[in-house]
């Protein structure tokens, strides 16, 4: 009876707990956390108005400045901190990451809230942005000028890159040889959805574990699907048709180096 009794009361306490919460990361360590609730609270919340990507239209949101959270979780001289990373976990399994010096511009804000939808409004290809947002204010802070706009967050985390991934590098590859270079295109443009090794978003599959893409894969079907998923199949895989035939290349000896130096078959 009283087991049961301790049951019920705890129930809504749980309930009240679980609204989502951002956390940073650092050190391996969680350095800050905070609900939709504790962001409104924040002196600095205010609503602004974005030209977003997604809903290709312009969009208001209830936000606050990213550097202050930054801040707030790292302490003041985390822009110093030049050669490393902020990584942005999505609970899609998205892991976008962008170096430091991006978010010192002014213009990032974290949204909490769609100021004009209580529950958030589904993006055209069915998610919702929420619970955490990040969204940029400035007009030229467009994602093809390298501004992250990652949605759904979980999770935020400074690290240096080789750290955090260090099974997804092409050690032995020089930086500037055709596996090097593959890398450098890998790490921008792919790195987010996949994983080599197991280092990496987990929204497409590992590229190297257990067995190497190239080794099982043509890569006169690996090229053209690269640059255009969206001609093969209905899927998740955005197009990237900016790669040149020598950027196609060069990902395909990144990918036979890692298959070479893992073993892989
Ligand atoms: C937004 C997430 C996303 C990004 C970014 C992305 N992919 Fe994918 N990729 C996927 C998903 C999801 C799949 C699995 C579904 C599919 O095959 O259509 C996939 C599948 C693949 C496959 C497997 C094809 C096969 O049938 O064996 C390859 C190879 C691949 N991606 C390479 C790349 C490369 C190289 C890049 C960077 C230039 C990249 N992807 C960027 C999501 C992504």
Redesign the pocket.
């Known amino acids: 009876m009283t087991i049961f009794l301790a049951l019920l009361l705890a129930a809504p306490l749980r309930a009240g707990d679980s609204s989502p919460a951002l956390v940073f990361i650092s050190g391996g360590k969680e350095a800050l956390r905070l609900t939709a609730e504790d962001l409104a609270k924040r002196p600095g919340a205010r609503t602004v108005e974005v030209r977003d990507p997604f809903y290709k239209s312009l969009k208001r949101y209830k936000a606050v400045a990213l550097k202050d959270l930054l801040t707030a979780a790292y302490g003041g001289a985390w822009s110093e901190n030049a050669l490393s990373e902020v990584f942005f976990d999505a609970l899609d399994g ?1 892991r976008s990451h962008v170096k430091v010096s991006v978010l010192m511009n002014d213009g990032g804000m974290l949204a909490f809230a769609d100021a004009d939808a209580p529950d958030w409004r589904p993006m055209p290809q069915g998610a919702l942005p929420g619970p955490f947002y990040l969204v940029w204010t400035g007009p030229e802070q467009t994602k093809e000028k390298g501004f992250p706009w990652p949605w759904q967050l979980a999770r935020v985390k400074m690290a240096v890159l080789e750290d955090e991934y260090p099974r997804a590098l092409p050690h032995g590859a020089a930086p500037d040889s055709a596996a090097g270079r593959g890398w450098t ?2 790490k ?7 994983s080599m090794n197991g280092d990496g ?1 987990t ?3 590992d ?1 190297n574990a257990p067995r190497g ?1 190239t080794r ?2 043509d890569k006169r ?2 090229k053209p ?2 640059r255009k ?1 969206s001609s ?7 197009d ?1 048709e900016d ?1 040149g035939p020598a950027e196609l290349n060069e ?1 395909m000896a990144y ?1 036979d180096h890692m298959s070479d130096i893992s073993g892989t078959k």
Do not use: D, E
């Open positions: 998205y295109t890998f921008r443009s792919c790195l987010s959805c996949h978003g929204v497409g599959p590229l893409i099982y894969q079907f690996l699907f690269i998923a093969y199949r209905r899927t998740k895989m955005p990237f790669l990902l990918f």
